[in-house]
């Protein structure tokens, strides 16, 4: 029996469900101070003199800087690329601001309440400005640059490949399909916004942060580069954090500058974001528009792909990844689990003034799957082909692995074909065709839609190099340490926000030392615990982490071998560890508990020769060129004509992410993913108007998903190991946000069928129903 593969209940959840989670804002000090911001309400306005005397003569007010006040710090995050464009992001704006909510001074009060107030009693003079509101806006001829410099506010322009046959292909290719696809932009909204406790240490001459975060070095890297201090000079924590989904993967400006305030005042300093905020002046992301075109055969396979990607990144690049990461993975992966034979893809980051973007859940992934699922439709419709037999023959097939394709990735063992043969075989089974035929005679439109997908994770060092990030990610680390009672500690970069680390890790480790899963504690998020780590996002923690884990348990598994062979005078290859017991395999009676070694390596040091004393410990790296969970999801909607509502009716999913650790975590993952996928095609939208006002400021107009708007999800798992980690597990956090809004979205255009419209935008809401139902939409869609 091994722990790895079972439904470990989650450790974490003991705390958190009786409501001992410590989360940044539980943090007590009794002299804290608060921060609130002031901010702009313009999109785009020049900014002149700010007068804080105001607000300094606010009772309880204990500072207010700007910008000058404090040095003007700033942020920079670079792609060391012709084709990039760096934008500074200061702290607090200086002579411009560029989005409604971007902080121009802080506040610093005994209360949160008191800052808040006095916040508002900051005065400055704006010029407003002509905003660049939208994808169109930024690009048209004349645009107003939101950065001096870039042309067409284009940040980041890449042809990341191109092939001569394309023009040929698209000429005589007897099928051709493509059109404009658009997603919307999207807020993370995790449950607890950013939050951020930053004081400074006198004994250890040390800025000690608590911060709600995913990615607890690199928030140490930006205030060391922003404010001018050793990396050694900071110690960033993340205690428990309510969620992050990408949002929290990027430096927030006001952490860092509550750090400024915490170093100036030497009194310790909080921020805590309010939903608004949240909403408004955090960061977004998935603005994204793709004009393709694909030519294929009149066996319904395709010959060629030519894509122009832009997104809309906002006003700044946030730090570390660069406003790059949405075009660049949308350029390079946009093929997915289909075999393109020529290639054409041009990406596009393009500044607007609106909030910046971060790498929100799948980052560009639920997008070019949406791409690529449509143009399979499309096609299929054309030549009047089964849609999923398109997929097929399209897909990259058992025989064909390890796959290296036309955008030179190399795709490892998956089960794509087989996820689509178990999907559709359920969908069969399980009457959905019968049931959907039903509702249509109830007098409502109904629809199936499926979507075939591969997740790219844990992204090494190898392929992260290629985007060229000044800082590149990749690596992690690990190490364990066995304690005198036999308890063992495991301390890693990454930094688990909601994903069940403390289980899934202590599973692996476990199994490798023979012990049980509740002796192993996990430290994560904690930046003198590891010598750098890059924190948790892209679906790397398992297998990065984790693999690094796995080698420093291994390691010590090894040096309880060798202590127990020397103790019960057998080799080191003979002993076992299983059970908490180490056992000379074959004789019973000689055996030794695994805490009694561990108490004789510490306390009874002389009983082991010199190379076995002074502890059980090791660390670990992993670095992996990176690993390809797949799935295929399929959804049946429908709609009703009397309101244009959009009803999910059932879902399903059959995922592979190789050795699955723990079956509960991943059912969890899948089923939270496809709720942010399925409220990606149907309900969430950041909305602005032309002056670059936001009007999805709060929750009333923001559509989260609630569980009445979903159905249960159904989940069978494939087991395909990869090579390309120690567990054989395979990264699998953002697929059921990758294949969900494909999966809707077709299932939508299904249940469209003879209307004679189809979209290929999300969300579709019921205002883009009730317009096809009454003739007033164009098909977007084309021949679909
Ligand atoms: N797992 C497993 N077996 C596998 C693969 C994963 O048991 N074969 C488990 C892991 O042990 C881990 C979880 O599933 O407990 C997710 O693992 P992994 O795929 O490595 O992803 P990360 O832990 O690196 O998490 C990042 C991923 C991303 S990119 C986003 S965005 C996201 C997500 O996780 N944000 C989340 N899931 C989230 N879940 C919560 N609750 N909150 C977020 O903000």
């Known amino acids: 029996m091994t722990w790895v593969g079972a439904s470990v209940p989650r450790k974490e959840d003991q705390?958190?469900?009786?409501?001992?989670?410590?989360?940044?804002?539980?943090?007590?000090?009794?002299?804290?101070?608060?921060?609130?911001?002031?901010?702009?309400?313009?999109?785009?306005?020049?900014?002149?003199?700010?007068?804080?005397?105001?607000?300094?003569?606010?009772?309880?007010?204990?500072?207010?800087?700007?910008?000058?006040?404090?040095?003007?710090?700033?942020?920079?995050?670079?792609?060391?690329?012709?084709?990039?464009?760096?934008?500074?992001?200061?702290?607090?704006?200086?002579?411009?601001?560029?989005?409604?909510?971007?902080?121009?001074?802080?506040?610093?009060?005994?209360?949160?309440?008191?800052?808040?107030?006095?916040a508002e009693l900051v005065a400055v003079d704006y010029t407003a400005q002509p905003a660049v509101a939208s994808l169109d806006g930024a690009r048209a001829p004349g645009a107003r640059p939101v950065h001096d410099g870039p042309a067409g506010n284009c940040l980041v322009d890449l042809t990341m490949f191109d092939d001569d046959r394309l023009p040929g292909i698209f000429a005589t290719a007897p099928v051709l399909v493509g059109g404009r696809l658009r997603s919307g932009r999207l807020a993370a909204l995790p449950l607890e916004g950013r939050a951020c406790l930053a004081e400074w240490d006198e004994r250890d001459g040390q800025l000690v942060m608590h911060v709600s975060t995913q990615v607890p070095h690199q928030v140490r890297s930006g205030v060391a580069q922003?404010?001018?201090?050793?990396?050694?000079?900071?110690?960033?924590?993340?205690?428990?954090?309510?969620?992050?989904?990408?949002?929290?993967?990027?430096?927030?400006?006001?952490?860092?500058?509550?750090?400024?305030?915490a170093l100036r005042l030497r009194r310790p300093v909080r921020w805590v974001e309010d939903r608004q905020e949240n909403l408004t002046a955090s960061f977004h992301g998935h603005e994204q528009c793709y004009d393709v075109r694909a030519a294929f055969d009149a066996d319904g396979r395709i010959l060629g792909l030519a894509a122009d990607i832009d997104c809309d990144v906002g006003a700044y690049s946030a730090f570390p990844f660069t406003c790059g990461v949405e075009p660049l993975m949308a350029a390079t992966e946009l093929p997915g689990i289909y075999k393109v034979p020529a290639y054409r893809a041009r990406g596009r980051a393009i500044a607007s003034n609106k909030a910046p973007t971060a790498p929100y859940r799948g980052v560009s992934r639920p997008q070019l799957v949406l791409v690529m699922e449509r143009l399979m439709e499309k096609a299929a419709r054309q030549l009047g082909l089964d849609p999923l037999t398109v997929r097929r023959r399209n897909m990259i097939s058992p025989g064909e692995f390890p796959y290296t394709g036309v955008n030179?990735?190399?795709?490892?063992?998956?089960?794509?074909?087989?996820?689509?043969?178990?999907?559709?075989?359920?969908?069969?089974?399980?009457?959905?065709?019968?049931?959907?035929?039903?509702?249509?005679?109830?007098?409502?439109?109904?629809?199936?839609?499926?979507?075939?997908?591969?997740?790219?994770?844990?992204?090494?060092?190898?392929?992260?190099?290629?985007?060229?990030?000044?800082?590149?990610?990749?690596?992690?680390?690990?190490?364990?340490?066995?304690?005198?009672?036999?308890?063992?500690?495991?301390?890693?970069?990454?930094?688990?926000?909601?994903?069940?680390?403390?289980?899934?890790?202590?599973?692996?480790?476990?199994?490798?030392?023979?012990?049980?899963?509740?002796?192993?504690?996990?430290?994560?998020?904690?930046?003198?615990?590891?010598?750098?780590?890059?924190?948790?996002?892209?679906?790397?923690?398992?297998?990065?982490?984790?693999?690094?884990?796995?080698?420093?348990?291994?390691?010590?598994?090894?040096?309880?071998?060798?202590?127990?062979?020397?103790?019960?005078?057998?080799?080191?290859?003979?002993?076992?560890?299983?059970?908490?017991?180490?056992?000379?395999?074959g004789d019973a009676s000689a055996a030794l508990p695994i805490s009694e070694l561990a108490r004789i390596v510490h306390f009874q040091t002389h009983r082991v020769p010199e190379p076995l004393r002074y502890g059980l410990e090791a660390r670990s790296s992993f670095d992996p060129p990176g690993t390809f969970s797949n799935g295929c999801h399929a959804a049946m909607v429908s709609i009703d004509v009397g309101t244009c509502e959009i009803r999910l009716r059932r879902y399903l999913v059959v995922e592979d992410c190789g050795v699955v650790i723990n079956p509960m975590i991943v059912d969890g993952q899948v089923r939270g993913g496809v709720a942010q996928g399925v409220a990606a095609a149907l309900l969430e939208q950041v909305r602005y108007d032309a002056q670059g006002q936001p009007g999805s400021a709060t929750l009333m107009d923001?559509?989260?998903?609630?569980?009445?708007?979903?159905?249960?999800?159904?989940?069978?798992?494939?087991?395909?190991?990869?090579?390309?980690?120690e567990t054989g597990a395979k990264g699998m956090g953002e697929g059921g946000t990758i294949g969900a809004p494909a999966a809707v979205l077709n299932a939508v255009n299904d249940a469209l069928a003879g209307t004679g419209t189809s979209f290929d935008h999300i969300p579709v809401l019921p205002s883009d129903i009730h317009a096809a139902l009454t003739g007033a939409a164009r098909g977007e869609g084309g021949t679909a």
């Open 408 to 585: 030179g990735i190399t795709y490892d063992e998956g089960s794509y074909a087989e996820s689509l043969d178990r999907a559709e075989k359920q969908v069969a089974e399980a009457g959905w065709a019968a049931e959907r035929d039903r509702l249509r005679g109830q007098g409502l439109r109904a629809g199936i839609g499926y979507s075939c997908f591969s997740e790219r994770t844990a992204y090494g060092t190898p392929v992260m190099s290629l985007r060229r990030m000044r800082m590149t990610p990749g690596y992690d680390t690990a190490s364990v340490r066995m304690d005198p009672s036999g308890e063992v500690i495991v301390t890693t970069g990454t930094c688990g926000h909601g994903q069940g680390h403390e289980t899934t890790f202590a599973q692996i480790v476990a199994d490798r030392l023979g012990i049980d899963p509740g002796q192993v504690r996990l430290r994560e998020g904690d930046t003198d615990l590891a010598s750098y780590g890059w924190g948790t996002w892209g679906s790397r923690s398992i297998v990065i982490g984790g693999s690094a884990a796995s080698r420093a348990a291994e390691q010590v598994a090894a040096q309880l071998r060798a202590v127990a062979a020397h103790l019960l005078e057998a080799s080191a290859a003979d002993i076992e560890l299983a059970a908490g017991t180490a056992r000379v395999r």
């Open 15 to 118: 705390r958190m469900l009786l409501g001992r989670g410590r989360f940044t804002g539980d943090i007590n000090r009794g002299a804290a101070l608060h921060a609130a911001f002031a901010r702009s309400p313009h999109a785009a306005a020049s900014l002149g003199p700010i007068d804080l005397s105001q607000a300094l003569a606010a009772p309880g007010v204990v500072a207010a800087c700007t910008a000058a006040d404090l040095g003007d710090p700033a942020l920079l995050a670079v792609l060391e690329r012709p084709e990039f464009v760096p934008t500074r992001l200061p702290l607090l704006a200086i002579g411009q601001v560029r989005h409604v909510g971007e902080p121009v001074a802080v506040v610093v009060a005994g209360d949160p309440y008191t800052a808040e107030d006095a």
């Open 226 to 261: 922003a404010l001018s201090l050793a990396e050694r000079q900071i110690r960033v924590i993340a205690p428990d954090v309510g969620g992050g989904f990408g949002l929290k993967c990027v430096v927030g400006r006001e952490e860092l500058v509550v750090a400024a305030m």
């Open 702 to 725: 923001y559509l989260a998903p609630t569980a009445a708007e979903l159905c249960p999800i159904e989940i069978t798992h494939l087991e395909t190991p990869s090579a390309h980690s």
